[in-house]
């Protein structure tokens, strides 16, 4: 059997920035009917229609290919974003993110971290101790790429998330990013909320607790969101994280545990 897989990647743009992106790793029979489905998400963005949109094709034979496991993911209700953003806080400083990095970090975040102002199209490296911005270029960011789930992973995971309300392509592929984010032994945690203006959701995520999302983590209609992959700055191998974070070919195979919607206690 012929196991190789294509890893198809969209970016689009509107009016000279970030849009949206998509990722996928699939067989040359779905390359078709995946590459469609992103040519209609940047068609049909909650922010507009494209006016660019770049795909890239490529081949990767299997040797290149990782496999992984999902993260697990818990869901903790919140009052509000500000609630949201508290709850966050504490547990990436639980995590030993010190606080002015988490205040950096959401700070960038909510400010638009690229310098216009606006979102990024990658996620910004946060050295975890000083809250220094490590990434090469601030506009575009690290873009973490070239991670999908087998066609099994992803029918198992719509299945669970269905049963918690929570099966949309927000959720999926945030959950699959930050899995292959946690993968790389460098990042320590992430903090992510969505630059969609009609998706309220954001999550930390770390090895230990795994993907923890709240459902408000910033004000409906805000249009600046993104990511922050905490690391450990000292002996940082940036280029090397850089490299597995958008090259490594990461398969994965194994879904975690999906937790049901506990209320957040202070
Ligand atoms: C995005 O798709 O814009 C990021 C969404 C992050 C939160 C997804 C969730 O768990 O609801
Ligand atoms: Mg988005």
Redesign the pocket.
């Known amino acids: 059997m012929d196991e190789s897989l294509y890893s198809l990647r969209m970016h689009a743009r509107r009016e000279s920035r970030h849009l949206s992106g998509g990722e996928r790793l699939v067989g040359a029979a779905d390359l078709e009917k995946a590459t469609a489905a992103l040519v209609r998400r940047a068609l049909e963005h909650p922010r507009g229609r494209a006016d660019e949109i770049r795909l890239a094709v490529d081949l990767v034979p299997p040797a290149e290919i990782r496999h992984g496991r999902l993260l697990d993911l818990r869901t903790y209700l919140v009052a509000d974003y500000r609630q949201g953003r508290q709850a966050a806080r504490r547990l990436l400083r639980d995590a030993g993110i010190s606080t002015g990095a988490v205040s950096a970090a959401m700070d960038w975040i909510a400010q638009g971290a690229a310098p216009d102002g606006r979102a990024m199209r990658g996620a910004m490296l946060i050295d975890a101790e000083s809250g220094a911005r490590l990434e090469a270029d601030p506009a575009r960011g690290v873009r973490a790429s070239r991670m999908d789930l087998t066609p099994t992973a992803e029918a198992e995971l719509r299945a669970r998330l269905g049963e918690q309300g929570?099966d949309n392509s927000?959720?999926r592929?945030?959950?699959v990013l930050a899995s292959k984010v946690l993968a790389a032994p460098q990042v320590l945690a992430e903090l992510?909320?969505?630059?969609?203006p009609d998706?309220t959701?954001?999550?930390m995520a770390t090895r230990d607790l795994g993907y923890v999302?709240f459902p408000q983590l910033k004000p409906l209609g805000e249009e600046r969101?993104g990511r922050a992959f905490f690391v450990r700055g000292a002996g940082l191998d940036r280029e090397g994280l850089v490299a597995f974070l958008e090259q490594a070919v990461l398969l994965i195979d194994r879904i975690g545990t999906i937790g049901g919607a506990e209320e957040w206690r202070d």
């Open positions: 929570l927000h959720v592929e945030a959950l992510c909320w969505s630059d969609d998706y959701a954001g999550y999302r969101g």
